[in-house]
């Protein structure tokens, strides 16, 4: 008989013994964080190359670097922040060196501009100024914080987030673990609330595809799909429309795409919602 819950399993993630989040290689960190956040599995797994591709892909079409701040809900393990955190610093470092290609070739300026490459730690002083999530899981909260320190990352359900403003509020393919779509409003309305800027919605479950999804992983999954995906453990599914109401209601500008993460055997399933909040 089907016992665990979602929360069940997330509390049963923990770190590899053998890695140490503070002296490994960022690829390295990233690749850990996805593990713990459950991207090793049958049909939701894919490589860093992969993923930072997509991450930077939602970064421009998001204009994230308007952005000096992030929050996610559901942050897991942190992976997406930290993620997010990396192309931030990636981003500004190329727009510190176009203006040190700019000053040298005038004559000065350079070398100040120019000492942020040796910075030891990047990410901290490079990224973004303000990051912040939330998770219910006690292992995973507490991960997200060893991998980010200088984050404000709190244990807590989706719906209690606090109404401290952040310029970008984000979620990753965290909605179809809500237990329904009430939960999921409100959260949604939340979400919106709390963002000065921009709102994410990502990696969401599409109700248009949801035979097709059951299909497929029932064929990958075989006599294990209703232990995986029944029960405490079902998953839920969202209708487009829901989102272009919320975007209305609030005066959000509003993007919604297919998943493009290459190689993601989900992607087929799920669609990106990226939110603007007007003036």
Not at 155 to 177: N, P, T, W
């Amino acid at each position: 008989m089907q016992t665990k819950t979602w929360q069940d399993i997330w509390e049963s993630k923990r770190l590899d013994s053998n890695m140490n989040l503070r002296n490994a290689d960022t690829n390295e960190v990233l690749q850990e964080l996805l593990r713990c956040n459950g991207f090793d599995s049958k049909t939701g797994s894919f490589s860093i190359e992969t993923y930072r591709n997509f991450i930077a892909d939602i970064f421009q079409k998001a204009k994230l670097g308007q952005c000096d701040s992030m929050y996610e809900v559901g942050c897991g393990a942190g992976a997406f922040l930290y993620a997010m955190n990396m192309q931030k610093a990636e981003n500004n470092q190329t727009a510190i060196n176009s203006i040190n290609t700019s000053t040298d070739s005038t004559g000065g300026g350079g070398q100040m501009l120019s000492q942020c490459n040796v910075l030891k730690n990047p990410l901290h002083t490079l990224g973004f100024k303000n990051l912040g999530g939330i998770d219910y899981s006690k292992n995973l909260s507490r991960i997200a914080k060893l991998a980010l320190p200088c984050a404000n990352i709190t244990q807590g359900e989706a719906r209690d987030i606090d109404s401290v403003a952040y310029d970008s509020v984000c979620s990753f393919s965290v909605f179809h673990y809500f237990p329904s779509l009430q939960y999921a409003k409100e959260v949604i309305a939340k979400m919106i609330d709390k963002a000065r800027k921009k709102v994410l919605f990502l990696d969401i479950l599409d109700l248009e595809q949801r035979e097709a999804d059951i299909a497929y992983k029932k064929q990958i999954c075989g006599d294990d799909y209703e232990k995986l995906y029944e029960g405490t453990t079902k998953h839920l599914y969202y209708p487009k429309d829901l989102f272009v109401e919320f975007a209305k209601s609030k005066r959000c500008e509003i993007h919604i795409e297919q998943q493009n993460i290459k190689g993601y055997a989900n992607s087929p399933f799920r669609f990106n919602v990226i939110m603007e909040k007007k003036d």
